[in-house]
């Protein structure tokens, strides 16, 4: 896994500020205060951060912004960061400064003056997050990423504050690591062994083989993988770090690790982004992870059905009629609508085996979500109020966008056919609605679920606030901020 950058939190020490090494940053408020660090960098630089404010630099900043100086006089650093903070700044703003601070230091130290921040932990939280770099497979010389130092007033405070923060960001690098990795290297059997070494952190593992699925039923799921030399497999992960014997929350990704399209192929042009279709499950391993880093007192088990769509003389043909563990019938019109399939099994599984206090599902499920909601929100679509309404606030607060929309009995009717119980395609209109609504059916009454297409947010072809371009790690912050609200909250 990429290691994040080393955060410590020292106690404030004006005179050492002329020495620090690497890049150093200083806050201002938008207004042009500086507190005690800012004023003293600002009499080492002979004023020259006062002329900055007085020449209206700031005007035109918004908070989390920064103004980089290159070798600044008077310091020993390579590069000061001069950035926009006001002093009761909310977790938003502080982690995005943070971020814009990871942005700018590359694989450098920084030392962060942040003496009257209000929440330095998440400052550290959001640089963290944005200094993270995929180099799994540059020959370059690897460096260790430099550390990040930030003088508080509190260092001991700010250190269990950031404690479980520690946690959530290793959980997202894992994420994106799984996500960025070619398909050639983060093979299903390759996938399973990463969370094989999750057992480390006490997480209980369970990986089922294909003979265990054939038992089981799972005619679903085994059709998607069944053109490929990689065998399919279920990975369980179980975290018991709640009451004995209460229902475990349960999360379910898919785990596509590289999709063709099957016989219905895709184009050339952009596939090999479809190593990314794992995107579902690598969240659900990367929360998993954090979950047990940080003893998370809940108890939640996670799952994820891992696969490879190919082509091939034993691949499923559009037009087949399978069996899933359900024991429903599903005529497959379009073998690139394949992670319905191997949700169905996995969710039905989980239902039967561990009887859940309620269900969430994540996965790049449909191109059509990126039509509705391009790069900026996930979609969410549920059968329950109230359990939506939780993982909907749990995103806002962490930031990652989110928006419902619907399900109906005029959409579950588009996916009628004529020959089996159900088919899994319903036709260009609605396609990520008519999706969600294939895997409600495979959810029992009285199971509380929510369904997360996250396709056009779990990998993007630009930089965003918190990730370089490729996989964002969208969905763990969400995920872990719900346990906390509806699991460890109780």
């Known amino acids: 896994m990429t290691t994040p950058a080393p955060v410590r939190f020292a106690a404030t020490d004006l005179d050492a500020i002329a020495a620090a090494t690497g890049r150093l940053a200083v806050f201002v408020t938008p207004d042009g205060k500086l507190d005690a660090e800012g004023r003293r960098v600002n009499r080492l630089m002979r004023g020259a951060l006062q002329r900055i404010v007085e020449g209206g630099a700031l005007e035109k900043k918004e908070a989390g912004e920064v103004i980089s100086l290159a070798w600044p006089a008077g310091l020993a650093a390579e590069a000061l960061d001069m950035v926009i903070l006001p002093r009761n700044a909310g977790i938003e703003d502080s982690r995005r400064a943070g971020a814009a601070l990871g942005r700018a230091k590359g694989d450098k130290a920084l030392t962060i003056l942040g003496g009257t921040l209000r929440r330095p932990a998440e400052v550290a939280l959001g640089a963290v997050l944005r200094a993270y770099d995929y180099t799994a497979h540059k020959t370059a010389e690897k460096t260790e990423p430099g550390a990040i130092t930030v003088t508080v007033r509190e260092p001991e405070a700010s250190e269990a504050a950031f404690a479980p923060a520690r946690a959530v960001a290793e959980g997202v690098f894992l994420t994106r690591d799984l996500t960025n990795a070619p398909a050639n290297h983060l093979t299903t059997t390759a996938f399973a062994e990463e969370i094989k070494g999750l057992a480390a952190l006490g997480l209980k593992i369970t990986v089922l083989e294909e003979s265990d699925m054939e038992q089981l039923g799972m005619g679903a799921l ?176 962490e930031g990652e966008g989110l928006w419902r929309l619907p399900l109906g009995k005029g959409y579950a009717e588009m ?40 396709a056009g947010v779990a990998s993007v072809q630009a930089d965003t606030t918190y990730a370089p371009k490729g996989a964002t790690g969208w969905g763990v912050r969400t995920l872990d901020r719900l346990v906390r609200d509806i699991c460890e909250g109780d």
């Open 415 to 454: 996916l009628k056919s004529r020959i089996a119980d159900v088919k899994n395609v319903g036709g260009r209109p609605a396609g990520t609605i008519t999706a969600a609504e294939f895997l409600h059916r495979f959810i029992e009454e009285g199971t509380p679920w929510v369904h997360l297409d996250i």
């Open 222 to 397: 085994l059709a998607v993988g069944q053109g490929s030399a990689s065998p399919s497999k279920l990975a369980v992960m179980e975290w018991q770090g709640g009451e004995t014997g209460a229902a475990p929350l349960a999360l379910v990704g898919k785990g596509v690790v590289f999709d063709t399209g099957g016989i219905s192929i895709k184009p050339a042009q952009g596939m090999e982004e479809m190593t990314m279709d794992m995107g579902g499950a690598g969240v659900v391993t990367g929360v998993m992870r954090t979950l047990a880093a940080r003893k998370a007192r809940a108890n939640v088990v996670g799952l994820v059905g891992l696969v490879e769509n190919m082509p091939s003389g034993t691949a499923t043909r559009p037009g087949d009629v399978v069996t899933s563990m359900k024991g429903d019938t599903i005529e497959i019109i379009n073998t690139d609508a394949e992670g319905r399939l191997v949700l169905a099994d996995v969710l039905w599984y989980a239902q039967k085996t561990w009887r859940p206090r309620g269900v969430i599902d994540l996965a790049t499920l449909t191109g059509a979500c990126i039509i509705a909601l391009g790069h900026e929100n996930a979609a969410a679509l549920a059968n329950d109020d109230t359990l939506c309404g939780a993982v909907l606030a749990a995103a806002k607060a």
